[in-house]
């Protein structure tokens, strides 16, 4: 079972990424998705999530108003779209899965059993 994140880079402040996250070996599309991030030094930290019928999204209030985390699971993706994007947003920015879990609550980074490897978000001011 994989998930592979792409879509990150380097932009200037101001600037829009839009990152995506594709499963392979086994659906997600019954489970919660969320993306985390983690800057150097810092502990990684919740992002956003999405229950397995979009029904229900949660945002962490430093990135409210400026990324929305949508998916399609007919293609066992997961997206997150940054806008007005600030040099303390950069980090290494994580997909995960929550087996188990409908997505009606935010779930805890432990109830997250599946990662992927990460991709780098760069912004410069």
């Known amino acids: 079972v994989q998930l592979v994140e792409s879509g990150g880079g380097l932009v200037q402040a101001g600037g829009s990424l839009r990152l995506s996250c594709g499963a392979s070996g086994r659906t997600f599309s019954r489970d919660a998705m969320g993306w985390f991030r983690q800057a150097p030094g810092k502990e990684r930290e919740f992002v956003a999530q999405i229950s397995w019928n979009s029904g229900w999204t949660y945002y962490a209030d430093s990135v409210k108003g400026r990324f929305t985390i949508s998916r399609d699971n007919a293609k066992d993706a997961v997206y997150l779209q940054m806008n007005s994007l600030k040099p303390e947003d950069t980090a290494v920015y994580y997909c995960?899965?929550?087996?188990?879990?409908?997505?009606?609550?935010?779930?805890?980074?432990?109830?997250?059993?599946?990662w992927g490897q990460g991709t780098q978000v760069t912004v410069s001011s």
């Open positions: 995960a899965a929550a087996p188990g879990y409908s997505g009606n609550y935010i779930a805890s980074q432990s109830d997250y059993s599946y």
